[in-house]
T-cell receptor, first 116, second 116 residues
């Protein structure tokens, strides 16, 4: 079974600064996807960024980037130029790359507070 | 815009009654949908995988007779919480993926269930 671990229950960052959220995972699969989801107070799940395990290049989406270390099974999220709207719960998630019937396995989440 | 619609967004019911939650894929067909439950300040836990035209697959510890899942069409899955009790109060979220295995998982906006 796959497991996802987020070791930081809470983090805070000053507005405009950079913050990194940690995530490690355990799997015996060789091909899979990793995700970061944001859940603001509205509780809507918003996809932030996605990484395919076979791609060595780290994914980037505007101010969000990841540091994917496959051998170490590490998948951290870096948020640059933090904004007040980034305040939310952030969940790291894993998905096997099999078919459309593969669910996501989530970590416990990191609550990020951006301080003005 | 939203590609997965979930209804209702919130519901309050009395103990012992049943509540039905609908999850619709709006512009794609989904042979598989997933139901998650999220307790306050916790992560999303997979309850079951809903399969169109066949029985749902439940995760360990989830009572299939209490959480009835019906996936009668390619765009609709329903979760019925039968004989609800206060401990069933939670946030329920459905999700679905377009058929291609590399498509991201889309989430509904969730249903907040309160059992009094």
């Amino acid at each position: 079974a796959q497991t996802v671990t987020q070791s930081q229950p809470e983090m805070s960052v000053q507005e405009a600064e950079t913050v990194t959220l940690s995530c490690t995972y355990d799997t015996s699969e060789n091909n899979y996807y990793l995700f970061w989801y944001k859940q603001p107070p509205s509780r809507q799940m918003i996809l932030v960024i996605r990484q395919e395990a076979y791609k060595q290049q780290n994914a980037t989406e505007n101010r969000f980037s990841v540091n994917f270390q496959k051998a170490a099974k590490s998948f951290s999220l870096k948020i640059s130029d933090s904004q007040l709207g980034d305040t939310a719960m952030y969940f790291c998630a894993f998905s096997k790359k099999n078919s459309g019937n593969t669910p996501l396995v989530f970590g416990k989440g990191t609550r990020l507070s951006v301080i003005a | 815009g939203a590609v997965v619609s979930q209804h209702p967004s919130w519901v309050i019911c009395k103990s012992g009654t049943s509540v039905k939650i609908e999850c619709r894929s709006l512009d794609f067909q989904a042979t598989t949908m997933f139901w998650y439950r999220q307790f306050p300040k916790q992560s999303l836990m997979l309850m079951a995988t809903s399969n169109e035209g066949s029985k749902a697959t439940y995760e360990q510890g989830v009572e299939k007779d209490k959480f009835l899942i019906n996936h009668a069409s390619l765009t609709l899955s329903t979760l019925t919480v039968t004989s609800a009790h206060p401990e069933d109060s939670s946030f329920y979220i459905c999700s679905a993926r377009r058929e291609a295995s590399n498509s991201p998982l889309h989430f509904g906006n969730g249903t907040r269930l309160t059992v009094t």
